[in-house]
């Protein structure tokens, strides 16, 4: 496919309509329709002929009519896809996609691959007498994926929601949706229409990054699981150039929640001795605040030096060592440490009579 091919069938996914019902008769745009909406996106505009091999040569654009007086839509509908030579290993794999895919592809490539992982479960069953094949099937007791770094019961995302939040990524649409704030049991009177930008999985937990255009340059976090009346729009999705997905989560560490400007943090770790007369290493040895922090060898313990961005996760990571750490700087760090250790002193020591 040329650049200029792929220009043209990437508009035309942004501006077709999309049906939901296939069967509906009066979905769809016609051909002067358009043609109209293309030259708001690129100039010259293709022929009708080209237009419509462009069109006719892709899954998920159908059209209602005869030649001169279709209507064009867009729709999740997608040719069926099989795997002809399973073998063990591709059985193997599929099954170990399986078990991740849900959080990671959109609702209609899973409804595509569902027969296939049933195909390749039945593959793996019909040779487990068989070495290589027995191997195989025995795998997925070998391994294990735990989502949370904390023993707790993880939101649950219903399925209509990841479908409808997943067709918008996949297919460049607008999202309705209402949001239950946190602490709140019922949604928020407002509606909501705004575009999904990504999705991310943070230790269990599904969130939406979305964005729009009244508000240009920011970007909204809302957990997938109070996402309410989450309908896909039939409108193109305002697209955001500087987005970076990656770098939204990682280097604005916004997922980390509210972080702050960066700190050189300076902490003490104790490493007390145990009855065999070894220190009790410290985490903070292993798991690293910061990929060029340093440590210096102390009595009983280290001083970590570390440049860091202050977080909602951060000062809970630290709070869960509180008990072996001192924050030695910077000073408004450590005066928050004190007043916190002052609230659980009032809430657990015994008071004078």
């Not at 039945?122 to 290589?132: E, G, N, S, T």
Request: with cysteine; charged share 25%; hydrophobic share 40%.
């Amino acid at each position: 496919m040329s650049p200029s091919q792929a220009a043209l069938l990437d508009n035309l996914l942004k501006i077709l309509p999309y049906a939901a019902d296939e069967e509906a008769g009066n979905c769809g745009i016609s051909m002067s329709e358009i043609r109209e909406r293309l030259a708001r996106l690129q100039d010259p505009v293709p022929q009708d002929r080209q237009i419509r091999r462009a069109m006719e040569n892709v899954d998920s654009i159908g059209f209602h009519g005869a030649t001169r007086d279709r209507r064009w839509y867009r729709t999740i509908a997608r040719s069926q896809f099989s795997i002809q030579n399973m073998n063990v290993n591709m059985a193997m794999a599929m099954c170990a996609l399986r078990e991740v895919a849900e959080r990671y592809l959109p609702a209609v490539v899973l409804d595509d691959l569902a027969a296939t992982f049933e195909a390749a479960s039945a593959y793996l069953a019909r040779h487990r007498p068989h070495v290589d094949g027995g191997d195989a099937a025995n795998w997925s007791r070998k391994t294990l994926r735990i989502d949370s770094t904390h023993p707790m019961v993880l939101p649950r995302v219903e399925p209509e929601v990841y479908r409808q939040v997943t067709h918008a990524l996949y297919y460049g649409r607008k999202l309705g949706f209402r949001n239950t704030p946190f602490g709140e049991k019922q949604p928020s009177p407002r509606a909501y229409e705004m575009t999904p930008l990504g999705m991310v999985d943070r230790a269990g937990v599904l969130y939406m990054v979305a964005w729009g255009p009244r508000k240009p340059g920011r970007r909204f976090l809302f957990r997938m699981d109070r996402l309410s009346e989450v309908r896909l729009l039939d409108e193109p999705a305002d697209l955001d150039p500087g987005f970076d997905l990656r770098e939204y989560a990682v280097k604005e560490e916004a997922l980390n929640f509210y972080p702050e400007d960066e700190i050189c943090l300076v902490l003490r770790a104790h490493e007390p001795m145990l009855a065999d007369g070894k220190p009790r290493r410290h985490p903070l040895r292993e798991f690293w605040l910061a990929a060029d922090q340093t440590i210096e060898e102390a009595e009983n313990g280290f001083v970590l030096h570390a440049r860091v961005r202050p977080s909602v996760m951060l000062w809970q990571l630290l709070h869960g060592h509180a008990s072996s750490i001192e924050i030695l700087s910077p000073p408004a760090a450590r005066a928050r440490f004190a007043r916190e250790a002052q609230a659980l002193a009032r809430a657990y020591l015994p008071t004078d009579a």
